[in-house]
Nanobody
Framework: VQLQASGGGSVQAGDSLKLSCAAS????????MGWFRQAPGKDREFVSA????????YYANSVKGRFTIARDNAKNEVYLQMNNLRPEDTAVYFC??????????????????WGQGTQVTVSS
């Protein structure tokens, strides 16, 4: 199983970035896909998740209205469109998957697979 995240970079506050995560080795359509992030010196935190058909999406309060999650089941990819970025969004972003969404998933406990991270740096 491989979750390959990409799209990170260094931007200015107010800019946008789009992260992508390509999955292989899993029956993608059966999995909730999501994003977590970890800033230096802080615990990993939930950012967003999306159910198998995109009908349900979940966001941390800190990103609601700025970030949008989407998935393309034909490509086995999940995306995170990040708009109006803030310095506090600076972190390594990870994609993660589990077969269902729950509060345990949000806590990063019920995770089947983690991807490698992609760095997002937002300067003021």
């Amino acid at each position: 199983v491989q979750l390959q995240a990409s799209g990170g970079g260094s931007v200015q506050a107010g800019d946008s970035l789009k992260l992508s995560c390509a999955a292989s080795g899993i029956d993608f359509i059966k999995y909730v896909m999501g994003w977590f992030r970890q800033a230096p010196g802080k615990d990993r935190e939930f950012v967003s998740a999306i159910n198998w058909n995109g009908g349900s999406t979940y966001y941390a309060n800190s990103v609601k209205g700025r970030f949008t999650i989407a998935r393309d089941n034909a490509k086995n990819e999940v995306y995170l469109q990040m708009n109006n970025l803030r310095p506090e969004d600076t972190a390594v972003y990870f994609c993660a998957t589990h077969q269902w969404y729950s509060t345990s998933y949000e806590r990063g406990v019920d995770i089947d697979y983690w991807g490698q991270g992609t760095q997002v740096t937002v300067s003021s």
